[in-house]
């Protein structure tokens, strides 16, 4: 079965510095897609970006990009001059590509704080 | 921008009850799930439902729950007899036309069952 691992349950960053979220998974299929949502207190999660597991180039929103190493199943965010607004939990998903399987498998998320 | 909105907020009810889970999902959606979160532990997989009907489903998800999309736009979970371990978060969510689409999170409701 497909897992989902994020080691830090918290992080901290300065307001305007850059910080990494690592995320691992375990899976046998080829075909996938990674996410991270992000889940500001008392609000629901939205995607913040998404990797295809066929593509070889890190996926980049804005600010928020990715380092994606299919070989090592690892799958961190990196959020560039980090503002106020970033603080949330932030989870990593994973998605089976193929079959009927939609569903998500998340990880534990780790909880981001931004420091003014 | 449309959103999924779900009600009530915060239910509480005690053990042995059954409660409902309201989602209204965005309207030209056609795929939609619950996700449940116990405290300190992961987001879960509950079902999936397309076509008015279940299209997947874990083992968390017996016969003590059950789904139903009652008209156009309304999608709920029912826990028929509650106990205390299904004291969680319960999201909902949906997407457009296929499971691979981006899935939309409610806000949750937060059950406590006592």
């Known amino acids: 079965a497909q897992t989902v691992t994020q080691s830090q349950p918290e992080m901290s960053v300065q307001e305007a510095e850059t910080v990494t979220l690592s995320c691992t998974y375990d899976?046998?299929?080829?075909?996938?897609?990674l996410f991270w949502y992000k889940q500001p207190p008392s609000r629901q999660m939205i995607l913040v970006i998404r990797?295809?597991?066929?593509?070889?180039q890190n996926a980049t929103e804005n600010r928020f990009s990715v380092n994606f190493q299919k070989a090592a199943k690892s799958f961190s965010l990196k959020i560039s001059d980090s503002q106020l607004g970033d603080a949330a939990m932030y989870f990593c998903a994973y998605k089976d590509y193929g079959g009927s399987q939609g569903n998500l498998i998340f990880g534990k998320g780790t909880k981001l704080s931004v420091k003014p | 921008e449309p959103e999924v909105t779900q009600t009530p907020s915060h239910q509480v009810t005690q053990m042995g009850q059954e409660v409902i889970l309201r989602c209204v999902p965005i309207?030209?959606?056609?795929?939609f799930y619950w996700y449940r979160q116990i405290l300190g532990q992961k987001v879960e997989f509950l079902v999936s439902f397309y076509n008015n009907e279940i299209s997947e489903k874990s083992e968390i998800f017996d016969d003590q729950f059950s789904v139903e999309r009652p008209d156009g736009s309304n999608f709920t979970l029912k826990i028929r007899s509650t106990k205390l371990e299904d004291s969680a978060m319960y999201f909902c969510?949906?997407?457009?036309?296929?499971?691979?689409?981006?899935?939309?999170f409610g806000p949750g409701t937060r059950l406590t069952v006592l």
């Open positions: 990797q295809e597991a066929y593509k070889q």
């Open positions: 309207s030209n959606h056609l795929y």
């Open positions: 969510a949906s997407s457009v036309n296929t499971p691979w689409d981006e899935q939309f």
């Open positions: 899976t046998s299929e080829s075909d996938y897609y």
